[in-house]
């Protein structure tokens, strides 16, 4: 259970999409991320841009700066060095993977941990999408709430205004029977 909280602390919504960083993927399996990249490059084919798509400066940047202070993985992040070229080597934008491209990782990557791992990601996809269908159901009961709420509150109004009338209408009548009379008094 405690894989899938790590595996779930990895993944990030990006346009949309649930997405896991290659170098997280890297480090689960067990690899280094240019050798997990190498292999996809080789399967391209297998990873349409709905699977895996590489991020662009901003939303590297963005996803950087929002994690700082909540995870010190992706605080570290710099873009990452595919070969070393010279000074500083070549620098590239990290690659995501959606769900359907974690999965197909498992069909180009087949050693023990690479499967193992896989597993475990699936498992952590299947119990976020849980997760996300409870918090709509509840946000489905507090909307119904709110109106039930709102119904009373018109009902709870209407009772209220009967009340005071009715304790209008009583006072009136008590004024009228203690009033002053005038006029003349039979013996």
């Given amino acids: 259970m405690q894989i899938i909280t790590t595996i779930q602390n990895r993944i990030y919504e990006i346009r949309g999409e649930r997405v896991m960083l290659d170098k997280d993927l890297a480090e689960l399996y067990n690899t280094e991320t240019k050798f997990l990249n190498l292999a996809v490059k080789r399967n391209i084919k297998r ?28 605080s570290s992040l710099r873009l990452q060095s595919a ?3 010279g000074r500083g080597g070549t620098r590239y934008l990290p690659y995501v993977f959606t769900e359907q491209g974690v999965a ?11 499967i193992q791992m896989n597993i475990a990601i699936m498992r952590a996809f299947v119990e976020i999408r849980k997760i996300l269908l409870k918090e709509s159901d509840l946000k489905e009961q507090l909307r119904e709430l709110k109106e039930r709420i709102g119904e009373h509150d018109v009902q709870l109004s209407q009772i209220y205004d009967a009340m005071e009338n009715l304790l209008d209408e009583k006072a009136a ?15």
């Fill in 47 to 74: 990873f349409p841009k709905d699977f895996m798509f590489q991020l662009t400066k901003e939303e590297f940047d963005h996803l950087r700066s929002q994690n700082v202070t909540s995870n010190d993985d992706i």
């Fill in 104 to 114: 197909m990782l498992s069909g180009i990557l087949t050693t023990e941990r690479a």
């Fill in 173 to 187: 009548e008590r004024k009228w029977d203690q009033r002053e009379r005038i006029g003349f008094r039979k013996k």
């Fill in 83 to 85: 070969t070393s070229k």
